[in-house]
C-alpha cells in the first residue's frame, strides 16, 4: 500500500481534482504513515520521500508555505510531527522553527470557557473528536522536547473535555462533537452535542491516544487518566463493530438502518488503536485479535489489486463535518450521503499503521525507541522525560563530561552522541550553534531522572563557565577564554545570548529539571539575568532621539553595533531583534525603561516589515546542492523581515564574503544566497499575538499598535 501511494504520488501529496497542494492534515496523516514505513523497513526511500514533500512547504526561514495562522485551524498542526523528526535528524533549524510556529498557533488558539481548543476560529465554543488527532500528538510531542509540563496538564484537559460532554452513557460511544455555547442548529439545547456517532471521529480519537501515550511521561499523573479513557472507548467501539463482517460502519451504532455501510477509514482507525494499544499495554492482548481479524476482513472486502501491481482501498467517506456554507446538520441523512472515495489519504494512511502494527504485535515488538538504542545529537533534547534515566541517555551525558572543555563550556559543531576519548588541548568554550547552553539542559535532564552527581558536578562547571563569560556589563561574548576579533563583542547574533539568559530564566523560575541546581547558584543566576537586562537596553540602538532594535553584535566597551564577519555589517537585525524583545518580554513585572524599550523595539519591527515578496527556494540543477532560494512577487504573501537593515534608512542589505554590498538577493553569490537566512517571518507571531497580550497585561491602554498593525 505504501509502494502504491508512492507510485500514485511520486512529487506532492494532493487530489487530482485539487489545484495544488497544500500543509493540510491529510498531508500530515500520510506523512506520519510513511515515517512509521521507514522506521519499521529502515528503507531511506520513505524518509527521502517525507523530506522532499515537507521541503515543498518549508522555507529557509521556517515560515509554511499555504500555512495560515490566523485561521487558528487545528487541522494545520498534523504536519508538525514531521517537523520535529526532521529537526531531529537533520539539526537543520528551519524546521525547528516552523514547528515552533504550529506551537504559537496552540499558545494563542480560541477556547471554549471551559478551557477546549476551538476547532477553528470559524467554528467557535466547539470541540470536535477530530481535533484531538489534528492538535495533540504534536503538542505532546512539543512539550517534551522543549520540557514544557504545563503543557502537558493542557493536553489531558482537551481530551477529559471531550470524553465528558460526548461521551453517551448508555452505549460508550462518543458523538462527533459538542458546542459549549449550543447556540448550534445540529447541537442538542441540553447537552450541546452532535446527533450522531461517527465512526471516523471516534477513529480519530482513538488514534490520538496511543499516539500522545507514545511520549507521555510515565510518572504524569495524566497519563493513567489517558489510558482509562482508552480503555472505556475501545470497549464500547469493539461492541459496536458489526459481528458478520468485523468492520464499522459509517454511523457506528445504527448497523442496519437504509443507506448506511461498512466504512473503510474509521475501520483501519480502530484497528490501529486496538493493535498498538494491545502491543503497549494499555489495553487487554485480546483486542490483537479483534484487530487481526478486522484487519483480515478489511483486506478481503474493501482492498483491491490492479494489473500493474498497484493496491487501492474503497469506501472511505471523502469527509463530513458541521456547520458551515452550505450547512451540515450531522443528520443521519448527512453522513451517509456525503461522497464515498477511492484511496482517500484518511483511510491509506490509517491502513498502512494499522498493517505494521499487526507487524509488530506478530514479532512482539512495541514499536518504541529500545532504552539502549543510539541517539543523534540532534534529538538528545527531543525526548520524552522517562528516557533521561536510561543507560543511553547516561552514556551520552558520560560524553558530554569527556568533551567539557577545562573551562567548563563546551565547543560547537561537536556530535556530542558519538564517545569522545576527551576534549583537545586547544578546546575553548562557547555560547554559538547552541553550544553549552544545550549541553547543561541536557545535563540537567539526566541528572535530575538519575540523580548521578558526577553529572550535577558536571553541570555546575558548566554554570560556573557562563557567570565567569559574563563580561561586568551583562554581555556574553561568543567564546570564553575571549579570543580576537569580533567574537569577543556582546553576542546577540543566531539568538546565543537570548538563549543564555533563557536558561538561567529557567533556573531561576524553579522549572522541575532544574530542582537539584544549588541555592547559591540560583542567586548567582538571578543577578546574571538582571546584569544581562541591563545590557540590552544599553545596546538597543538610538536614531536620533528614537529607540528602534538591536544589531546581531554590540562592541564590548561602547554598546555600539560592532560587525562580525565579512558579510555581517553594522546594522539592525529583524531576526535577533525579535529574540531579544520576546526575553524582555519574560520578566515579570517590567520596570518603565524594559516597557519603553519594548514599544520601541515593537514599533521598529512594524516599520521594518516588507511585503509583497516571499522567499521561496526552488530546485535549481545548476545550483549548488541543487537549490536556490529566490525572491518572488507575492501581493498575499505574508509580512517579512530582513536579517540586515541599514541604521537610519531601515534599508535592507546584502553583503557577500568579499564585503562588498550589492543591491539584490539574486546578486549575492549562490554559496551566500542560499546558505544564509537572508528573510523571515521572524517578527509575526510578536506583532500578532504575543506583544498584545503582554501590553493587555503590563500596559493596557498604551499599545503602539492599532488594529490594523499600524503604527500611531
Known amino acids: 500500500m505504501a509502494l502504491s501511494f508512492l507510485a500514485r504520488h511520486g512529487d506532492s501529496i494532493w487530489y487530482p481534482s485539487e489545484r495544488q497542494a497544500r500543509w493540510t492534515y491529510e498531508m500530515g496523516v500520510m506523512l506520519e504513515a510513511l515515517r512509521q514505513a521507514w522506521v519499521s523497513s529502515g528503507d531511506s526511500e520513505y524518509y527521502g520521500y517525507i523530506r522532499k514533500i515537507v521541503d515543498q512547504f518549508v ?79 504534536f503538542y505532546a510531542q512539543h512539550s517534551g522536547m522543549v520540557g514544557d509540563t504545563a503543557a502537558l496538564n493542557d493536553l489531558v484537559k482537551q481530551f477529559t473535555l471531550v470524553e465528558a460532554h460526548t461521551r453517551d452513557e448508555q452505549t460508550g460511544l462518543l458523538y ?43 510518572e504524569h499523573r495524566g497519563r493513567q487518566n489517558l489510558v482509562e479513557m482508552l480503555d472505556r472507548l475501545a470497549k464500547s467501539v469493539r461492541d459496536a463493530r458489526d459481528p458478520g463482517s468485523g ?15 461498512l466504512e473503510s477509514s474509521a475501520s483501519c482507525m480502530f484497528i490501529y488503536a486496538m493493535a498498538k494499544g494491545a502491543a503497549q499495554g494499555y489495553l487487554d492482548s485480546s483486542y490483537t485479535q479483534v484487530a487481526s481479524s478486522s484487519f483480515r476482513s478489511l483486506c478481503a472486502r474493501m482492498v483491491t489489486v490492479d494489473h500493474e501491481g498497484l493496491v487501492s482501498l474503497h469506501q472511505t467517506c471523502q469527509g463530513a463535518g458541521l456547520g458551515g456554507k452550505p450547512y451540515r446538520d450531522g443528520s443521519f441523512e448527512y453522513y451517509i450521503g456525503e461522497p464515498k472515495r477511492t484511496n482517500d489519504f484518511k483511510a491509506v494512511g490509517p491502513f498502512i499503521m494499522a498493517a505494521l502494527q499487526l507487524e509488530r504485535n506478530a ?120 579570543r580576537k576579533g569580533y567574537s569577543s563583542h556582546i553576542t546577540f547574533n543566531d539568538d546565543a545570548m537570548a538563549n543564555v539568559l533563557k536558561l538561567l530564566q529557567d533556573i531561576v523560575d524553579g522549572r522541575p529539571e532544574f ?23 544599553r545596546c538597543q540602538v538610538r536614531v536620533g532621539d528614537t529607540l528602534t532594535a538591536w544589531c546581531a553584535q554590540h562592541d564590548e566597551q561602547t554598546f555600539l553595533p560592532a560587525p562580525a564577519r565579512s558579510f555581517e555589517p553594522v546594522s539592525l537585525s529583524g531576526r535577533e531583534s525579535v529574540g ?83 543591491d539584490r538577493l539574486d546578486q549575492l553569490s549562490a554559496e551566500r544566497r542560499n546558505n544564509y537566512a537572508w528573510f523571515g517571518e521572524w517578527g509575526e507571531s510578536l506583532l500578532s499575538t504575543d506583544y498584545p497580550r503582554w501590553q493587555k497585561q503590563w500596559v493596557p491602554g498604551d499599545n503602539v499598535l492599532d488594529d490594523e498593525g499600524a503604527v500611531r
Open 580 to 662: 531579544i524583545v520576546e526575553l524582555l518580554m519574560r520578566q515579570q513585572s517590567p520596570d518603565a525603561r524594559t516597557v519603553r524599550s519594548i514599544q520601541a523595539a515593537v514599533r521598529w519591527l512594524n516599520r521594518a516589515k516588507i511585503r509583497g515578496i516571499r522567499l521561496e527556494r526552488v530546485p535549481d540543477p545548476g545550483a549548488p546542492k541543487g537549490i536556490n532560494t529566490l525572491l518572488l512577487r507575492d501581493p498575499g504573501a505574508p509580512a517579512l523581515w530582513a536579517r540586515f537593515y541599514e541604521i537610519g534608512t531601515n534599508r535592507p542589505l546584502f553583503v557577500d564574503r568579499d564585503g562588498v554590498e550589492r
Open 247 to 261: 468492520l464499522w460502519y459509517q454511523v457506528v451504532d445504527q448497523p442496519g438502518r437504509e443507506g448506511n455501510y
Open 515 to 537: 530542582g537539584f541546581v544549588e541555592s547559591g547558584c540560583r542567586a548567582r543566576a538571578s543577578r546574571a539575568i538582571q546584569k544581562g537586562i541591563e545590557c540590552i537596553l
Open 363 to 482: 514479532a512482539g515488538e512495541t514499536g518504541l525507541r529500545k532504552e539502549d538504542e543510539h541517539v543523534p545529537w540532534a534529538e538528545a533534547l527531543l525526548q520524552p522525560p522517562p528516557w533521561y534515566g536510561s543507560r543511553e541517555a547516561v552514556r551520552i551525558a558520560d560524553n558530554l563530561l569527556a568533551y567539557q572543555c577545562p573551562s567548563g563550556g563546551w565547543e560547537k559543531n561537536i556530535d556530542m552522541a558519538e564517545d569522545s576519548p576527551g576534549p583537545p588541548h586547544s578546546c575553548i568554550g562557547t555560547i554559538d550553534n547552541g553550544a553549552t547552553y544545550r549541553q547543561l539542559r541536557f545535563l540537567a535532564r539526566v541528572c535530575t531522572s538519575t540523580g548521578i552527581e558526577r553529572f550535577a558536578d558536571s553541570f555546575h562547571r558548566g554554570m560556573e563557565y557562563l557567570f565567569k563569560a559574563q563580561y561586568e556589563n551583562g554581555g556574553w561574548p561568543q567564546f570564553y577564554p575571549l
Open 176 to 218: 462527533h462533537a459538542w458546542d459549549e455555547s449550543r447556540t448550534q442548529k445540529w447541537a442538542d439545547p441540553v447537552t450541546g452535542c452532535s446527533p450522531h456517532f461517527w465512526g471516523r471521529a471516534m477513529g480519530w480519537m482513538m488514534m490520538a491516544l496511543v499516539d500522545v501515550l507514545d511520549v507521555f511521561p510515565s
Open 59 to 137: 522555507r529557509a526561514d521556517g515560515s509554511i508555505r499555504t500555512y495560515e495562522y490566523d485561521t487558528f485551524n487545528l487541522d494545520n498542526i498534523p504536519g508538525g510531527r514531521q517537523l520535529l523528526m526532521l529537526y531531529r535528524t537533520t539539526g537543520e533549524e528551519r524546521y525547528r522553527q516552523a514547528a515552533d510556529r504550529l506551537r504559537k498557533q496552540l499558545e494563542n488558539q480560541p477556547r471554549t470557557p471551559s478551557g477546549g481548543f476551538w476547532h477553528k476560529k470559524i467554528y467557535p465554543n466547539q470541540m470536535w473528536l477530530d481535533g484531538l488527532y489534528m492538535a495533540e500528538p
